[in-house]
């Protein structure tokens, strides 16, 4: 054999065995050993740490008691995953929207698809949009509001960085709320009087009347921001699972799962009052 026959040889077993590698790795994805996995063979997903309810019961993710990680395991059990195999990750929420490496596949920890965060992160499709819910201790003069115009009167009070915060600036068009860096900042103002107000997702204000702070009521309900599409899943910027996941939360949608656990976990009195402009 010729040296150019040798060479042509093991380049032909080389491209073969590439061939075969890569043939196999693509065989392998949409499985739950997909290479593409932050550990194949593990569902790895971040959340708050701690977690509250109704996103999440009794401080345990694994618990699978709660609106968010009731989804997660429907979610891993259409894609493959069995229970045991879904691991959880704790983050904060300014480090699950930050840019950058993620130590998950997804996060779900409430987060709002925004024009702005799909910039730095990516998300899969909207899974649920919440109502807007005004939040007050009795005699606040929001209890007695009937539009925007009366609700600009109050002093409102708002978590930094929150689609909370945007719906105040871009919908009331209040510009002077006082920013908090924690939501517990923002009840204890509240409670020492330097607030009248705020504002949050309807299960968050479930949560925070009948355990943070259940002298405060929920005292009318707002629509929906437009420029706040939802929640979704995170993603690492450009993560190639996306389009498996989104398929697979497609199915569960289809199948009702998530209507069911709204139902379960996130009814509100049906005689709250709306406000609508």
Known sequence: ???????????????????????????????????????????????????????MLNNDPAGGEGFENGLVYALAAEMGFAHEDVVWVGQTFDQAIAPGRKPYDFAIQQISVTEARAQIV??????????????????????????????????????IGTTDNDYLVNILDITEAAIYNEQVDVFQAMRAGQIDATLVSLPTALYVTAVQVPEANITSLLPPDENDRGHGLLFEYNNPLVEWVDDALSAVIARGVVEDLKNTYLIADPDLPVITE
Do not use: C, H, N
């Open 122 to 159: 990516t998300f899969s499709q909207v899974y649920f949009q919440p109502d807007k819910a005004v939040i007050a201790l009795p005699g606040s003069p929001v209890e007695s509001a009937t539009s925007f115009a009366d609700l600009r009167e109050a002093r409102w009070g708002a978590t």
């Open 1 to 55: 054999m010729t040296e150019r026959s040798a060479l042509r040889s093991a380049f032909i077993v080389l491209l073969t065995l590439l061939l075969s590698i890569f043939t196999s790795v693509v065989a392998q994805e949409r499985t739950t050993m997909d290479p593409r996995l932050v550990t194949p063979g593990k569902l790895t997903v971040g959340t708050g740490d701690p977690v509250y309810p109704p996103w």
